[in-house]
C-alpha cells in the first residue's frame, strides 16, 4: 500500500522527538527512554514521519500508520491554512490585561476597536509599513475581519481627537498615585506637505527634513506611557513645558511628580512648576551662576566618603534659591565620570594638536578657532607655533564628574538619583518607537492619517513597554532581543482543517517559559485558539 505525500496528521501529545539530519526534520517515537553506559541519557526510537515546517504536522511514514492505527491511511490535503499566532497573542493579551483594550472598546465601539488592535499587534510585531498588514493578518492572526491598508488609513483618519483624549483620559485613570511622571520630547521627521506639525527646527535624528515634535509621559514606576502630544516642530522643548503641563486638569493628572531632564531647565519653568504645586525633580545646568556657586561651596569635601551613596557616587544637598525659586539642590560627584570626561577633553586637545600639525600656515580667523586650550603665537607670514595652556584646560576640566539635580521635595540624595535614573525608561520608550515599531519616518500624508497612526503606534507601544518591563531581565540575562522573542513566538501555529477544526501544537519548553514572564499559561493560548474557532 502506497501512501499520498500530501498526507498530513497532528503530532502524537506525548512521546515523540524532533531530530534534525541535514534540512530535514525527523520525527520519532520513542520506544524506550535509559542511561548508556557512560551515564548519559539516551533511548530507543522508531521513525514515524517527517516534520512539515510550514504547517507543524507530520508527514507520516508506515511504520505510523502501524504504531497508531491504519484509520488514518490515505488522509488527503489535511489543513487549508496555517497561521503563527503566538506574537500576536501576546500583543493582544497584554493590551487586554493592562486594560487597554477595554478602553479601547469603550471609546472607539466594537468594530473599529477590534480594527485598531489588529493594527497595534502588526506595528509592535512589524513595524511602520502599513502595506504588508494584510499579508500579517492572513498568516500571524485568526481575526475575523483582516485589516488591509486602505482599511488602516480609513481606522486612522476615523480616530477624532476627542476619542483619543477620551483614551487618554481613562487610561491615566486606571495608573496608581501618587507617582512620578518622566516627561520628555522626540521628533519624528517627514516628507509629507500636507501635515500642519511638520517644521524645521532641531532634528535629533540629523536629517534634513521637517518634523513635529511629540512629547510624552511615562509612569516612573511601571514604564508605561501614559500620554503624549504633538506639536510643531519648530518649537524648542523647554518653551513647550507649559503647554504640555496645561492639559493635566484635562487628564485628570493629580499627586504626581515631574521627572525632567536639562533640557526643560529654564527660569520661568522652575517658577512655573513651582506656582503650580507641582512637585519635581529637574537637571539643571552647571553653568548657571548659583549652581556653579553651590558646586564650588562642596568640591574640596564631597569626595569625603561620608557621602559616598551606592555605585560609588559622592552626594551633597545644598538648599538655597535657584532659578527664582527656593529649592533643594543634590550635587552629585562621580568619578569613573569625571575620568571619562577627562579623557574626552585631552582628546579634544590632542585633535587640534594633530590638525595644527599638519598646516604649515595659520589664518587668525583660523588662530582664534584653536585658542580655547592653545597659546599660539603667529607670524606676519602665517608661520605659528603653539603649546598647550594647561590653566584654561584644568579650568574646564574642574567640574567633570559633576552633575546636579534640582528638586522640591524634602528627599534624600540617594532616592532623588534613583528617581531621575528611572526617566531613562522614556528614552527605552523613544527607542522602541523610532525603531521597533520604525516610526522615525511617519510615512503618512495628512493630519488625520497622522494622528490616528501615532495613537495606534503609542498603544504598540504600551504593549512592547509592558514586554521590556516583564521579560527585561530574562532578555538581559540569556541576550536575547524583542524581535528573537517574537520570532521564537511565531512558530506557535493554528492549522485550520479542511473541516474547519483548528489544531495547535504542544508549545514548547521555551515558549512556555516565555509566555509564563507574562502570565500566560499554555491553556489561556490554547482557548484563544478555541474562542477564535467559536
Known amino acids: 500500500m502506497s501512501l499520498s505525500r500530501k498526507s498530513r496528521v497532528p503530532l502524537p501529545e506525548s512521546g515523540v522527538t524532533v531530530r534534525h539530519s541535514g534540512e530535514h526534520p525527523y ?3 520513542v520506544d524506550k527512554a535509559f542511561r548508556n553506559a557512560k551515564g548519559q541519557p539516551d533511548n530507543q526510537r522508531t521513525l514515524i514521519g517527517k516534520l512539515d515546517q510550514d504547517s507543524g504536522l507530520l508527514i507520516p511514514n508506515m511504520r505510523y500508520y502501524e504504531i497508531y492505527g491504519a484509520a488514518q491511511v490515505g488522509l488527503e490535503p489535511a489543513y487549508e491554512s496555517v497561521r503563527s499566532i503566538g506574537a500576536t497573542f501576546l500583543m493582544r493579551r497584554l493590551l487586554n490585561d493592562l486594560g487597554c483594550a477595554g478602553i479601547l472598546k469603550e471609546v472607539l465601539g466594537p468594530r473599529r476597536a477590534e480594527l485598531a488592535l489588529t493594527a497595534c499587534a502588526y506595528m509592535a510585531c512589524r513595524g511602520n509599513v502599513m502595506e504588508h498588514v494584510l499579508d500579517f493578518c492572513e498568516g500571524y492572526t485568526l481575526q475575523e475581519a483582516p485589516l488591509s491598508p486602505q482599511l488602516a488609513s480609513w481606522l486612522f483618519a476615523s480616530i477624532s481627537r476627542d476619542e483619543r483624549m477620551a483614551f487618554f483620559r481613562s487610561w491615566v485613570a486606571r495608573q496608581p498615585t501618587p507617582q512620578y511622571l518622566a516627561y520628555d520630547v522626540t521628533s519624528f521627521s517627514t516628507y509629507a506637505q500636507g501635515i500642519s506639525n ?58 504626581f511628580g515631574l521627572v525632567l531632564d536639562r533640557g526643560f531647565c529654564s527660569t520661568a519653568n522652575v ?44 552626594a551633597r544637598r545644598v538648599p538655597g534659591r535657584y532659578y527664582g525659586v527656593a529649592a533643594n539642590l543634590h550635587i552629585y560627584y562621580d568619578p569613573i565620570l569625571a575620568e571619562e570626561q577627562r579623557r574626552d577633553l585631552l582628546r579634544r586637545v590632542e585633535a587640534q594638536e594633530e590638525k595644527l600639525a599638519q598646516l604649515e600656515e595659520l589664518t587668525r580667523r583660523e588662530a582664534k578657532r584653536y585658542g580655547a ?11 605659528f607655533t603653539y603649546e598647550r595652556n594647561y590653566g584654561r584646560i584644568d579650568a574646564a576640566s574642574l567640574n567633570c564628574g559633576f552633575f546636579c539635580l534640582l528638586t522640591d521635595q524634602e528627599l534624600d540624595s540617594e532616592e532623588v538619583l534613583n ?10 520608550g523613544f527607542d522602541e518607537l523610532k525603531n521597533h515599531v520604525d516610526m522615525r519616518r511617519l510615512k503618512t500624508h495628512n493630519d488625520q492619517t497622522t494622528d490616528g497612526k501615532l495613537f495606534c503606534a503609542f498603544v ?14 530574562y ?19 493554528v492549522i485550520t482543517m479542511v473541516d474547519g477544526r483548528r489544531l495547535m501544537n504542544p508549545l514548547t519548553k521555551r515558549q512556555r517559559q ?6 500566560i499559561s499554555e491553556e489561556d493560548v490554547q482557548a484563544y485558539v478555541r474562542e477564535s474557532a467559536g
Open 198 to 255: 511638520a517644521e524645521w527646527g532641531y532634528n535629533r535624528d540629523g536629517e534634513r527634513l521637517p518634523q513635529i515634535n511629540l512629547g510624552c509621559y511615562v509612569v516612573q514606576n511601571s514604564g508605561l506611557p501614559v500620554f503624549y502630544v504633538t506639536y510643531p516642530g519648530s518649537i524648542v522643548d523647554k518653551s513647550h513645558l507649559p503647554h504640555m503641563l496645561a492639559y493635566n486638569d484635562e487628564l485628570g493628572i493629580r499627586d
Open 271 to 314: 517658577s512655573y512648576l513651582k506656582d503650580t504645586g507641582l512637585r519635581f525633580i529637574l537637571g539643571v545646568e552647571l553653568r548657571h551662576k548659583t549652581v556653579r556657586n553651590a558646586v564650588a561651596s562642596v568640591r574640596g569635601d564631597v569626595t569625603s566618603l561620608r557621602y559616598r551613596i551606592k555605585q560609588g557616587i559622592h
Open 460 to 473: 504598540s507601544i504600551i504593549a512592547v513597554c509592558a514586554i521590556n518591563g516583564r521579560m527585561g531581565e
Open 419 to 428: 528617581l531621575y535614573r528611572r526617566r531613562e525608561l522614556i528614552e527605552s
Open 27 to 29: 520525527v520519532y517515537k
Open 373 to 383: 586650550f592653545l597659546d599660539l603665537e603667529r607670524q606676519h607670514d602665517g608661520s
Open 514 to 519: 516565555l509566555y509564563g514572564l507574562v502570565g
Open 475 to 493: 532578555m538581559a540575562k540569556h541576550s536575547v532581543s524583542k524581535d528573537a522573542i517574537i520570532r521564537e513566538l511565531e512558530k506557535v501555529k
